[in-house]
């Protein structure tokens, strides 16, 4: 079935306090993708080193084959007894999805998983096993292209309490908002930030507890082609357009760079129309040749897009704001819009020609503007769990 998947969290620390007590691990096997959420006693510090290790542990021994009753007691064995409450405690929630489509969730005191396929709540059954003296629920399923699935701590729920809402934001009103901004279309950071974007506000911009939505979307593989810079040498131009331009109908193409732009347009024996449209007066305009998705300027427009990514990667200032400056039609956002929700998949096309607009053509490649800003967005991707592959010409 060659299932791919979206993920994203969003994450915000309770009021006053600088570590947040949820953590969030997403991990890859040869076969899955693993999404791990813990939630630590309590707040700040402790509770912080309580998902940490939770998360960790859980996450090193399903990486290793362990089974769920190995992990269970292994974390009970391990965690630090609270001295206030004698015991040693942290939520958590499982969900490895492999490539053929099984699905494995496993959830322990967190609130459920939310879970909408075609636009309806699909029913998890309770299926509880006791280790450890500890009640969790394990369900196996299968899932298929458009699903979304959602795991929170119980921050989420808490929303509200006391103050805008007598009981808090209820699970059954937490799944009917999931479902209003859900579509097949919507990206997993989109998602998860509009949910705890409206936590937040419950919470009236003072979370009384840590709150944690990570959001998995079940898609198509997404490849992005990226070409920057010139090759070293003139005469493989020829290669590094035909590598570029190698893919299926569905693999997206961004060139960055005046001269690469040139050296695509004249490969291709396409023109090249740049438009006058100033958007931003910051980022230069970006041009048009058919077949490229997007053909924009080169290291001021890679500079905003690392800057772009590295705030997204950041989680603490992705809020609706940024998504809508995500969606300016100016050439880096353009890109860094792409990258975060319309790619699985960077391979990136480096030409190592030294440009003396931006370079002492005395310093080797490895040293200049380009290879730095090539090295940040491959570092920036794959924090976000993407795969990158890097070619030089």
């Known amino acids: 079935m060659g ?3 979206d993920v994203a969290y969003k994450s915000f620390n309770k009021f006053g306090e600088v570590l947040c007590g949820d953590k969030v691990e997403m991990l890859k096997t040869e076969d899955s993708d693993i999404l ?5 006693m309590g707040s700040g510090v ?6 940490t290790l939770t998360s960790k542990i859980l996450g090193t021994m399903f990486l290793n084959g362990a089974t769920l009753e190995e992990c269970v007691e292994t974390i009970v064995d391990t965690l630090p007894i609270c001295q206030v409450r004698k015991v040693a405690y942290s939520t958590f929630s499982i969900l490895q999805v492999f490539h053929s489509g099984e699905a494995y969730l496993v959830e322990f005191d967190n609130p459920g998983c939310i879970f909408i396929r075609d636009g309806q709540l699909m029913t998890i059954p309770k299926n509880i096993r006791v280790i450890k003296d500890k009640k969790i629920n394990e369900f196996r399923f299968h899932v298929k292209r458009g699903d979304a699935l959602i795991l929170m701590s119980d921050g989420t729920v808490h929303a509200g309490v006391g103050m805008l809402l007598n009981f808090g934001w209820q699970w059954e009103d937490i799944a009917a908002y999931a479902l209003k901004q859900y579509s097949k279309t919507v990206s997993a950071s989109r998602l998860a930030t509009a949910i705890c974007q409206a936590c937040d506000e419950l919470y009236m911009y003072r979370p009384g507890d ?8 079940i898609i198509d593989a997404k490849v992005v082609h990226l070409m920057t810079g010139p090759a070293q040498k003139k005469e493989d131009d020829q290669r590094m357009v035909a590598d570029f331009m190698a893919g299926d109908e569905t693999t997206r193409r961004i060139v960055c760079g005046g001269t690469s732009a040139t050296i695509v347009s ?3 024996d396409r023109p090249m129309d740049v438009s006058m449209d100033y958007i931003d007066p910051e980022i230069p305009p970006i041009a048009y040749i058919e077949g490229i998705d997007l053909v924009t300027e080169g290291v001021l427009t890679l500079n ?4 772009l990514l590295r705030r997204y990667v950041s989680k603490d200032v992705v809020t609706e704001n940024f998504f809508k400056e995500l969606d300016e039609a100016n050439g880096a956002s353009m890109v860094a819009q792409m990258l975060i929700e319309d790619c699985t998949e960077l391979h990136l096309f480096v030409g190592r020609a030294i440009n003396s607009a931006y370079q002492n053509p005395n310093l080797p490649f490895d040293l200049g503007i380009r290879q730095n800003l090539v090295d940040q967005l491959k570092h920036a991707v794959e924090d976000m769990g993407k795969t990158v592959k890097i070619t030089y010409y």
Do not use: W
């Open 3 to 5: 299932i791919t998947v």
């Open 304 to 307: 905003r897009v690392v800057k």
């Open 266 to 268: 004249r490969v291709l």
């Open 210 to 217: 840590d709150t944690t939505v990570a959001c998995m979307r």
């Open 46 to 51: 402790k509770a912080n080193i309580l998902a």
């Open 36 to 40: 791990i959420l813990a939630d630590g």
